[in-house]
């Protein structure tokens, strides 16, 4: 009776057998808190990853994220789930576990350590330096700018390691120490835009994790019926499966879901950063604040004010990247994500887009033969992101443009300056 009542159940919940007849990797369905992988883009299958051989990339504009971390927030749930299982060890012991829940007679403890990069974060930014020490050996600098997060400023102190070795030349500085009114590195929340609100995301969450926590939860206490696992635990166990994956590659939490209920979680996770800052939020409000990234980009591969130099090293956040990509128009899915229906086909995924040690690197390039004038490509988490900004008039081959046809289909980045009528009406400055 119990295996038909399990059955069941799974027969009736969403996009089971859709998820069940793909091939499944844990690192593509856990959202933004995902350690890094290489993207695998929507529509961008077809897109040749080599330049033409006469092609040369003259500049390099890089943007990366922290590596992986600890919880934020988070945490309460993992503890939470410790404390149900340490409450209910002698059931556990008893009971008729199925393999994948054979870990818990041994107990399970986290010793996650919130905020701070984990180890595997660290090897992340340094491996990331290596590799981009060797693909661009033609492109230097002696600085490198941070956001003033303590885990963003290691990140990039690690990637320096690994791209620069001991140069004592080499500076690393933060945004507090530019006079830039706003940065383009955390243009917001804060001052810069004080409606900016990351409550949107948040309810979005809760509206969804209403439409399928409640069945795993049900499954988890068909298992162990006498634990007595809430929702609360079952998401604790699935940030338990993300995080100890950041922290050590690996998590007993991770064979526990079934590929439709990480699927679930991992549109959690989406619905979060679309409506925390991309394309969700109220008012317009993340491609607004993202021209400030947009107009940098557009300032310094067209060297408008003479002072552009050939490699820019930066580092922030996910919110950093998406702001850009929602200004920019890529990713966006027409209708946007809703937190009361599953998008199984949307471009907007965060473990793909900003997985922890996310880096999108925009190149701008010329070529001998194959093109005229100066070309711009985005590279994001090492799959070319294809730039459907510039329309018809993209290369369908390498998902580049010209840059001045990427510069004038940005005319609504270019419109905007901080401060302005539109910033202030919007942010409520």
């Known amino acids: ?17 859709e998820y069940f007849n793909v091939t499944h990797n844990v690192l593509n369905h856990l959202g933004s808190i995902s350690p890094y992988h290489r993207a695998r883009h929507h529509d961008a299958s077809q897109i040749d990853s080599e330049l033409p051989s006469d092609c040369t990339v003259n500049q390099v504009m890089l943007m990366h994220r922290h590596g ?17 299982l340490d409450n209910a060890a002698d059931v556990i012991q008893e009971a008729e576990l199925p393999r994948e829940l054979e870990f818990l007679r041994a107990g399970y403890s986290s010793n996650l350590t919130p905020h701070n990069l984990t180890i595997l974060g660290r090897k992340e930014l340094f491996d990331h330096g290596v590799e981009f020490a060797l693909k661009y050996p033609h492109l230097t600098t002696d600085v490198v700018l941070s956001s003033d997060s303590d885990r963003v400023v290691e990140s990039a102190h690690w990637f320096a390691l690994g791209f620069f070795g001991l140069d004592p030349d080499v500076r690393i500085i933060t945004v507090g120490d530019t006079d830039d009114p706003v940065s383009w590195i955390t ?5 810069a835009c004080p409606k900016f609100d990351y409550s949107f995301g948040r309810q979005a969450t809760l509206t969804w994790s209403k439409h399928y926590l ?10 162990l019926p006498g634990v007595g696992f809430a929702e609360d635990d079952i998401h604790g166990a699935l940030f338990a499966c993300a995080y100890d994956m950041a922290a050590h590659g690996v998590s007993p939490w991770c064979g526990v879901f079934r590929p439709d209920e990480l699927a679930n979680f991992e549109y959690e996770r989406d619905i979060l950063m679309d409506a925390s800052c991309a394309y969700t939020l109220p008012d317009n409000m993340a491609p607004l604040v993202g021209t400030v990234f947009v107009n ?12 552009s130099r050939p490699l820019y090293l930066e580092f922030g956040h996910d919110v950093t990247i998406l702001l850009a990509l929602s200004a920019v128009g890529l990713a966006k899915d027409d209708p946007p994500l809703s937190p009361n229906e599953l998008r199984p086909d949307r471009k907007f995924r965060t473990s793909e887009l900003t997985p922890f040690a996310a880096k999108m690197v925009w190149e701008k390039f010329t070529c001998t033969n194959s093109y005229d004038g ?9 799959a070319t992101l294809p730039l459907s900004i510039c329309g018809k008039d993209m290369d369908a081959r390498l998902g580049t443009c010209s840059l001045d046809t990427f510069v004038n289909a940005n005319h609504y980045s270019t419109s905007i300056r901080f401060q302005d009528k539109t910033w202030n009406a919007t942010c409520g400055v």
């Open 1 to 17: 009776m119990r295996i038909q009542a399990i059955l069941s159940l799974l027969s009736s919940t969403p996009y089971v057998q």
């Open 68 to 84: 992986s971390r600890g919880p934020i927030g988070e945490h309460r749930y993992i503890e939470r789930l410790v404390q149900t």
């Open 187 to 191: 243009p917001a929340p804060g001052p």
């Open 214 to 223: 409640p069945a795993i939860t049900d499954r988890l206490n068909m298992f």
């Open 296 to 307: 940098k980009l557009i300032e310094r591969f067209t060297d408008s004010k003479g002072d």
């Open 374 to 382: 100066p070309q711009i490509r985005l590279i994001l988490n090492d």
